[in-house]
Structure formats: structure tokens, C-alpha cells
């Protein structure tokens, strides 16, 4: 999630824990701890890939951070302006601080490496977008109160309560929608494919279907409130270029162990570009990178990773997302772009039709 949500979440949560033993600088402090984990966004780790597969490791990791807020306690145990607390209260002030962060942080798209050192795959829940405002606004306007009238009143307890009810519902939403997409799936033989159900940006009542069939990917919306037997996939081309070179780089291997089989390779100017399909929409992809390059022979080469050229999404379509809630032809995933990998198949917006 963001950096200004994840604060609110400490922030509330160092409140409601010693809100009557510490005031308001339970909120800074609790707001300020919570924001530790990301600081390993600025770390080199010496490529894109690196960078973009280390975040949300080792910071994250809730081995780590249980260690972490098991040696602030101690710290704060023995100081003298802080050892009038109980011991007890601390952890649980400094270890609801920190590992919520990362547990936040997997219920969205990204992945995130709770088990860190333990070799398995990131963990993403896809229930809410990294920005969403109905999750972060109860929590900052009851610190907002808190700060004014003082941390011991209920404000924080209550602007948690509403936040977690609403992440609780994501949950729920999302569920809806598998259980709507599920049926029409295995009507058109497409069950056994991957799939991939994610919140669109700012909401949870619109999602993000997305179906891997081999060289195709299906894109979907679906609301909360579509009638079932509605689902209307867009068919994008989805290239897999060099799938030597992907499997045989260290590039290639570490990128397909956090993203595949979300993810597309293709040629672009003599050099091989990755896309992670999961962050963004079809033609407007987050996180794209060149890992490696042809030589003078015509082979390809691996290079140092670094970041491929990607389209900024188009923010003059966020009326339509809106109107997607209740409108299904409102909107269409190719509407964001990506209408030259379109194939004739397309459901939503066929190849002849023009955006909205």
C-alpha cells in the first residue's frame, strides 16, 4: 500500500495501543514505525530486477520484523523515559506497528515475502488496490481528531474498526466475483487456465479479470452488481520471445518465479523486454525490463537488467471506471489500450469498435 495508508495503520493501531500511556506521540511514533519496512526502496540491489523482485523481502519478512520489535522492546524496557511502560505493552505496541505493514501489503497485487528467508513464492491476496481511499480516509480523519482532542479517546479504535470492515469486504467482493467468473469460465473450457482476479485502481466494486491461454490473454471487468452470464473477455496476443533466454537468465528465472504466468516477453529494437501483466491494464503495464540484448551473431546476450519504456495510464478514463459499477459497456479493458496486440476474438470491444 502506500506510504501515507501504511502511516495511518500504524499511526491508528500506536494509538489505540498506548494512546493513554504515551498521548499523541503514540500516533507519530506508531505512524513512523510503520513506515520502516519500505524504507528498502532505497536500496541498490544492483538491477531493475533485483530492485523490483527484493522489495518486499527482507523488510517484509515477518520473521524479521518479530525480531525487530522484540529488540525495540528491550530498548524501551531499559530507558528511563520509557521503562514506566510494561514490557508487554511495547511488543505488542511495536510488533502490531511493524507486521501489519506487510500483511497490508499482501492483500494487494505486488507480492510480498512474509516467510523471507524461507524460499517460497510472494504472497498476494489481491483484494485491494495500493491506493484506495475508502480503506485510508476513516483511519486519517479519526488520527486527524485524535491528534486535536488527544490520543486517549476512542477516535483511532473506531477508525480502525471502519478500515478493517472494508478490507474484510474486499475480501468478500472478490469472492463474488470468482464465484460469478467461475461458471463461465468452465462453460467456454477455460477453467484449467490460470486466472487472475484483482481489484480495479480506487475501488473494489470493479475487477480486474485476467486469463492466461497460452499465447492469449483474456481480459475481462466485472462489477459486483453484473448479471451472471455477462462476462465479456478482450483477447490480447501475449508473445513469449527468447523463452530460452528467459528460462536459461538469472533475469528471466527470478521474474518468472514472481510473476509467471503473468508476464509476456517480446523483441523490441534488438533488445528482450519482460512485462509483468498483473500491474496496470492491457497497453498501460507498470514494470517492464530489458534483460538482455542480441550481439553482433544475432544471439541474444544477457545484460543487466534495467527498466523497458511502459505507457502511463490513461486517467481521463477513471469516469468510465466509474460508471463500469452499473454500466457493463461503460468500459472494456481495451478501452486503456492495447488494441494492436487485439485479436479478432475480442468480446468487449471488438477489433472494428472504437473506445468509449
Not at 501515507?4 to 494509538?15: E, P
Request: charged fraction near 15%; include cysteine.
Amino acid at each position: 500500500m502506500d506510504s501515507l495508508t501504511q502511516a495511518c495503520l500504524g499511526g491508528a493501531l500506536g494509538g489505540a495501543v498506548l494512546g493513554r500511556r504515551l498521548g499523541r506521540k503514540s500516533i507519530v511514533l506508531g505512524a513512523v514505525a510503520a513506515t520502516l519496512p519500505d524504507l528498502d526502496s532505497f536500496i541498490d540491489f544492483g538491477s531493475a530486477v533485483a530492485d523490483y523482485t527484493y522489495h518486499r523481502s527482507v523488510s517484509h519478512s515477518m520473521f524479521v520484523l518479530s525480531a525487530l520489535a522484540g529488540l525495540l522492546t528491550l530498548v524501551c524496557a531499559r530507558l528511563p523515559a520509557t521503562r514506566t511502560i510494561p514490557t508487554v505493552s511495547w511488543f505488542w505496541f511495536w510488533w502490531l506497528c511493524l507486521v501489519t505493514h506487510p500483511i497490508l501489503d499482501a492483500f494487494t497485487t505486488y507480492g510480498t515475502q512474509l516467510l523471507w528467508p524461507i524460499a517460497s513464492p510472494p504472497v498476494a491476496w489481491k483484494t485491494i488496490f495500493i491506493i484506495d481511499p475508502l480503506y485510508t480516509l476513516p483511519m486519517l480523519i479519526a488520527i486527524i481528531v485524535a491528534l486535536i482532542r488527544g490520543a486517549r479517546g476512542r477516535a483511532v479504535v473506531i477508525g480502525l474498526a471502519i478500515s478493517t470492515m472494508y478490507l474484510g469486504f474486499s475480501v468478500a467482493a472478490k469472492a463474488m466475483v470468482m464465484a460469478q467468473v467461475q461458471p463461465e469460465l468452465v462453460q467456454r473450457g477455460l477453467d484449467d487456465r490460470p486466472v487472475m482476479v484483482q481489484p480495479m485502481p480506487l475501488t473494489t466494486l470493479v475487477w480486474r479479470v485476467t486469463v492466461i491461454d497460452d499465447d492469449r490473454q483474456l481480459e475481462g471487468l466485472v462489477s459486483v452488481f453484473d448479471k451472471r452470464g455477462t462476462l465479456a473477455l478482450d483477447s490480447f496476443s501475449r508473445p513469449m520471445a527468447a523463452h530460452d533466454t528467459l528460462v536459461d537468465s538469472w533475469a528471466g528465472q527470478r521474474l518468472g518465479w514472481f510473476s509467471a504466468p503473468y508476464w509476456r516477453s517480446e523483441e523490441r529494437d534488438d533488445t528482450l523486454v519482460v512485462t509483468d501483466l498483473r500491474m496496470g491494464q492491457p497497453g498501460a503495464y507498470s514494470f517492464a525490463f530489458v534483460i538482455a540484448e542480441r550481439d553482433d551473431n544475432g544471439q541474444w546476450q544477457p545484460v543487466t537488467s534495467r527498466s523497458a519504456q511502459t505507457a502511463r495510464p490513461d486517467t481521463s478514463l477513471l469516469p468510465a471506471l466509474f460508471s463500469r459499477i452499473t454500466n457493463p459497456d461503460a468500459l472494456c479493458p481495451s478501452d486503456f489500450g492495447g488494441r494492436d496486440r487485439l485479436l479478432p476474438d475480442a468480446q468487449c470491444r471488438p477489433v472494428e469498435q472504437s473506445g468509449p
